[in-house]
């Protein structure tokens, strides 16, 4: 059995789904299920005897030593984090919380459960943590992309908490020994994405006949990964990567935003056509603090452990927006009361 942490969030329900699509081994699936994470995600695993949810936080450490030793895993995938810039912005202390004591108290169990186990599970066992390419900082429009050995310079609230997750990550492995792998991947997209990320926002507002908000000029950087690749990725390294390495995991995918948004709008026209959904693009005041590009360099990943992303952005772009439109019940679920109070505090300008 392998523990999945965050497992009904948009990356772990898809790394979840996918799993179980390929794999008898089953999955033990703990979330506390926030906002953002979201049962209805896993709903056609509800019958599905290889599928064990546990709602619980990363910070309870007397639950977190039950579960492991109850189910004694051979892996733990660790995705649940706090993960949305502006939220970390309007209230940067959940993501200390969540983020950076949730993780150590999650590493504090895992070695305890490590210690005690045989001398050939222990060799066996891998703890991956799944992080950011915003941790790297920002680029300029020349600079070249991020690798593995690009200093830390995280510039929000949020990303300034993945990076100490990532340092105690790798100070576990050197101080303890735990054999710990650590990713850091670009901007993920694609089906189950919590709409108030870039993406499926758009859609959204879109299909509601909106405002399409734009920060700024537009013309942020970011590299797009289809989340199937990601989790295509993480397979990979939990079956391939060295302990104690990192990897980046990135697209071959780096474009403007605003080119982004011109792109996601002629998908949807051809998908949706009689309207000018471009015309509803409308630019906002830029978020504090904004980077202004990110680019990853997967070359290490490619090279060392034979992976690289199947989908380009456009054929990625496309099964996303497909499955958001064949998806309104799932859309309707999602978009509460809640939802649009947060959405309507965000981009009030």
């Known amino acids: 059995m392998i523990l999945v942490t965050g497992g009904a969030g948009f990356i772990g329900s898809n790394f979840v789904l996918d799993w179980l699509a390929q794999s008898a081994e089953p999955v033990l699936n703990l979330d506390k299920l926030t906002y953002a994470g979201n049962l209805g995600n896993l709903a056609a695993l509800k019958n599905d ?110 990303s300034a908490s993945k990076a100490s997750s990532d340092h105690w990550v790798r100070a576990y492995h050197h101080t303890y020994g735990l054999p710990v792998l650590t990713t850091n991947c670009s901007n993920n997209y694609g089906p189950l994405q919590f709409p108030e990320k870039l993406i499926p926002l758009m859609i959204v507002n879109a299909l509601a006949g909106k405002p399409l908000p734009v920060y700024g000029d537009g013309q942020n950087v970011r590299d797009w990964l289809y989340v199937g690749d990601h989790c295509t990725a993480i397979r990979t390294v939990l079956e391939k990567g060295v302990p104690g390495e990192v990897y980046n995991i990135g697209g071959n995918a780096e474009m403007k ?23 509803q693009i409308t630019f906002v005041k ?51 009361k809640a939802y649009q109070q947060w959405i309507d505090l965000q981009y009030a300008q």
Not at 257 to 279: E, M
Not at 307 to 321: D, K, M, Y
Not at 325 to 335: A, G, I
């Open 49 to 158: 005897a290889r599928h064990v949810f546990v709602r619980g936080d990363i910070g309870d450490a007397a639950l977190l030593a039950r579960l492991l030793n109850e189910h004694r895993p051979r892996a733990i995938i660790h995705f649940a984090a706090e993960s949305h810039v502006d939220r970390s912005i309007h209230g940067p202390a959940e993501f200390i919380q969540t983020n950076v004591v949730g993780t150590f108290t999650l590493l504090e169990a895992v070695r305890a459960y490590w210690n005690a186990l045989p001398e050939n599970e222990q060799k066996a066992f891998r703890f991956l943590h799944v992080s950011t390419d915003e941790v790297y900082g920002s680029l300029g429009a020349d600079d070249p992309a991020f690798s593995e050995t690009t200093p830390y310079a995280p510039n929000s609230p949020y």
């Open 286 to 336: 830029d978020r504090p603090g904004h980077d202004r590009r990110y680019a990853i360099n997967a070359d290490k990943i490619r090279r060392e452990l034979g992976w690289q992303p199947a989908e380009t952005f456009e054929s990625g772009l496309i099964r996303t927006v497909r499955w958001y439109l064949d998806n309104e019940t799932w859309l309707m679920n999602v978009t509460s």
């Open 257 to 279: 935003n605003l080119d982004l948004v011109h792109t996601l709008c002629r998908a949807l026209t051809a998908l949706k056509p009689g309207r000018d959904i471009a015309s």
